[in-house]
């Protein structure tokens, strides 16, 4: 992922020069870097409803939350939201149950959307002091196993880990 505002610059380049700045970009840590196809340009944006429900309507999905994908909790959080959303409505077709839908969804989606914001920052700042951090960071996860279950309990079962 890039910068936004590094994007164009990366997408001007030539195929050849692009591959040899991503490989330069990954220190040559996956080896040689060659196209094997078309590049193509993915916005990575995060979006987070006001409110995922109103009388007789709600938000589902990438609608109600969407996700940087670099903890996978957009697909996760789109399952989630259809559950609890399928679950409410089974206990009746009322306004209450969209209250109780949204008032679930966003308890739960929060603190994961707000903490996978953090991330995002943290991994893309070039200051010295956030490189510092991600190093402490990455040293205490692989340090302390019960963090690390914790991390992958919270990023395979969105709303069971944390209700």
Do not use: C
Request: no cysteine; glycine share 8%; hydrophobic share 45%.
């Amino acid at each position: 992922t890039l910068k936004a505002d590094e994007a164009p610059q990366w997408l001007a380049l030539p195929d050849a020069a692009f591959a040899a700045r991503l490989q330069a970009q990954l220190g040559g840590r996956l080896g040689a870097v060659t196209m094997a196809g078309r590049r193509h340009h993915y916005p990575l944006v995060a979006v987070y409803a006001q409110r995922f429900a109103a009388p007789r309507f709600a938000l589902a999905g990438d609608a109600a939350v969407g996700m940087h994908p670099v903890t996978a909790h957009g697909y996760n959080f789109g399952l989630y939201s259809v559950e609890v959303l399928a679950r409410e409505l089974a206990r009746g077709l009322t306004d209450e149950a969209l209250t109780r839908y949204a008032a679930e969804h966003r308890r739960v989606t929060w603190p994961i959307y707000e903490g996978t914001n953090a991330v995002v920052r943290l991994f893309t700042d070039d200051r010295l002091p956030a490189k510092l951090l991600r190093g402490a960071v990455l040293r205490a996860a692989n340090a302390l196993p019960p963090v690390r279950e914790l991390v992958a309990r919270q990023l395979t079962t969105p709303g069971r880990a944390t209700a």
